[in-house]
């Protein structure tokens, strides 16, 4: 198992998260001795989603308008379709995911998720996975979209749906545990 004892990971979501994507990733860094912190629209809790039910609710620790980047080792992004459908038409949440790449940190995007790294725009030229239905998008914005459990591309972690979570995990932990990546930019 990895340590990665007293670094700080963003988990960016809002109403409509995939649950496991959220409760499993954040699991894993706790378990690796990490500092999982929820950051959203608002200082409201959100509302998880078991695929097309409601699941549980989840207290925010911090609005996304008023955390940077340089507060965190890496970002997570979770899918479900309303969740990265609401933070795209963010500007502060879009400039949040784009400022970690400026910063060559890690991010980790899996389903839906990636929808907010086409609008951060930093899928440009980049091997990238998600649910196959923003399979479209990610080619529009110039990314180059494969079919596998998980992708890692110069710091960008991507996985294409709860089946995936485990390598997901792994991936992210192993990035957070190497820190930045020079080939990374926004």
């Known amino acids: 198992m990895q340590n990665i004892s007293g670094k ?5 979501a809002t109403d409509g998260f995939e649950q496991v994507e ?14 999982a912190e929820i950051i959203s629209l608002d200082a ?3 509302q998880g989603m078991n695929h097309d039910e409601k699941g549980d ?3 925010v620790d911090h609005v996304v308008a008023k955390v940077k980047a340089d507060d965190f080792d890496a970002l997570v992004l979770p899918g479900g379709v309303q969740n990265p459908d609401s933070l795209r038409m963010d500007a502060d949440a879009v400039q949040f995911v784009r400022d970690f790449f400026t910063q060559q940190k890690p991010v980790a995007a899996i389903c839906h998720g990636p929808w907010l790294l086409v609008e951060a725009n930093v899928v440009k030229d980049r091997e990238i996975t998600s649910f196959p239905s923003i399979k479209t998008d990610i080619l529009n914005a110039g990314g180059r979209w494969v079919d596998k459990e998980v992708v890692i591309d110069a710091g960008m972690i991507t996985s294409r749906n709860p ?10 932990l192993d990035a957070v545990n190497k820190g930045t990546f020079a080939r990374q930019s926004a």
């Not at 700080?8 to 960016?12: E, H």
């Not at 860094?29 to 990490?34: D, K, S």
């Open 163 to 172: 089946d995936d979570i485990p390598a997901f995990c792994d991936a992210l």
């Open 22 to 35: 959220l409760t499993k990733p954040v699991e894993a860094v706790r378990e690796a001795g990490g500092i």
């Open 44 to 46: 409201n809790d959100i």
């Open 57 to 59: 609710t989840f207290s």
């Open 8 to 12: 700080r990971v963003a988990f960016l």
